[in-house]
């Protein structure tokens, strides 16, 4: 396993509004827990994106979720999110969050380190129109924040998702089971969760993708790792093939 880079997108579309997931309330939890809860997580989201026709209404009831997440020290039990882990830490998530601002990008919540607070402290912080054009849509923050990307059909967001040279795991929520395996498919990833964030367990084989050579530009093969940790497969790591054929026993 060579974890080497990691890339996450989640995608959610219209039809989750119509019928297809429960409701809005509870894709916004489910948003909320992928970006926020283990903000230094290799398969926490980096990229979130929404459909046109929800867009305004998905990224106002994620603000206000994320509005109640409460900032301080991991001591106090009444405490959602602790400090980063470094000076350096926090001075990327605000060179971010500058960039997506000085190239267009709406800061509706939080933007800032809070002055209440001595540490390396870094309010949650959303996003909206942001653009490919933005460093976001290419480095990962590992860091509170989440942008929001716009989006209008499923070839578009499936080219948007796979535009990084990142690729460990992605996020999508549909309860179209046709469009459940078109997605998962051309997801470029080495994970897919399908309407849950919890993709991590013992039976299930953790990895990426890596781009290695100029052959893996061609077949797509990304930054995110090579081989499988947990499950049957990561015991494959430290196992040797043999092959042993045998032919002719009766000549």
């Known amino acids: ?19 297809l997931f429960v409701n809005f309330e509870t894709l916004a939890k489910h ?8 903000i230094a997580d290799d398969y926490s989201a980096n990229r979130l994106y929404v459909h046109q026709n929800v867009y305004d209404e998905f990224a106002q009831l994620l603000k206000e979720r994320v509005a109640q997440f409460r900032l301080g020290f991991g001591l106090d039990p009444k405490t959602g999110q602790g400090p980063l882990v470094n000076a350096s830490a926090v001075k990327k998530v605000l060179e971010h969050v500058n960039d997506a601002k000085r190239k267009g990008a709406e800061i509706i919540l939080g933007g800032k380190a809070p002055e209440h607070l001595k540490g390396f402290f870094f309010e949650p912080t959303i996003l909206t129109g942001v653009t490919k054009e933005m460093v976001v849509s290419r480095e990962e923050t590992f860091g509170p924040l989440a942008p929001l990307f ?10 948007m998702a796979n535009d990084t040279d990142l690729g460990l795991a992605g996020y999508f929520f549909s309860k179209d089971f046709n469009r459940v395996w078109k997605v998962a498919a051309a997801l470029e990833c080495g994970m897919v969760g399908v309407n849950t964030g919890k993709i991590s367990a013992p039976e299930c084989p953790f990895g990426g993708v890596k781009l290695i ?7 797509k093969i990304k930054e995110s790792g090579v081989g499988r940790e947990g499950s049957k497969y990561g015991i494959s790591e430290y196992q040797n093939v043999k092959a042993i054929i045998i032919g002719n026993l009766d000549s």
């Open 31 to 38: 948003a909320f827990g992928i970006c926020f809860l283990g």
């Open 150 to 159: 716009k989006f209008s059909c499923d070839e578009e967001v499936i080219e």
């Open 213 to 219: 050579d100029s052959i893996a530009l061609i077949l």
């Open 1 to 19: 396993m060579l974890p080497l880079s990691y890339s996450r997108m989640q995608i959610l579309r219209k039809q989750l509004r119509v019928r």
